[in-house]
């Protein structure tokens, strides 16, 4: 019976270190970085000036990857404390806290610096685009702004 839960805890812990890895690996929301969708489209390029610069936390996301791994974990984890009844509480208690921590972990990973840009475009257009702080900008600086099709903007130098 002990082999067999160890190797249960070591198949969990092997699946929330796979699941907490992915919860870990962003979209990156850098003026650099392209996604695969932006790649071979065409972009309108804009130039202006930045008026105001202002650091701002971009918010990790919670999809639930860190929270199921978490909960198993912890439910892994508790269900190997005390036996009988008491074991079963350990368990669901193990559970919960571990759910509530793996998705706690998950939104911490993913959550980045950046900055907010105020860009006046040369044709009068005020514009504020909120990207990971991946450059150094100060008022003042000549920028360029690529927009797709979509909205989507971004600020570089």
Do not use: F, P, W
């Given at each position: ?51 105001r ?22 439910g ?7 036996s ?25 990973s ?35 702004v ?12």
């Amino acid at each position: 019976m002990k082999k067999s839960l160890k190797l249960c805890a070591l198949l969990c812990g092997l699946t929330l270190m796979t699941l907490l890895v992915s919860a870990c690996m962003t979209d990156s929301r850098s003026g650099s970085v392209y996604s695969r969708d932006q790649a071979r489209v065409t972009h309108s390029v804009y130039y202006g000036t930045i008026l105001r610069v202002a650091n701002v936390t971009i918010e990790g996301k919670s999809e639930g990857l860190g929270t199921l791994a978490g909960g198993a974990a912890g439910g892994v984890l508790g269900s190997s404390v005390g036996s009988g009844s008491g074991r079963a509480i350990a368990t669901v208690g193990g559970a919960i806290v571990g759910a509530l921590a793996g998705s706690a972990i998950e939104k911490g990973s993913t959550t980045s610096a950046g900055v907010e840009l105020e860009v006046e475009l040369d044709n009068g257009e005020l514009l504020a685009i909120v990207q990971e702080k991946d450059a150094v900008y100060n008022v003042g600086d000549r920028v360029r702004v690529l927009k797709d099709a979509r909205g989507t903007a971004r600020v570089r130098q």
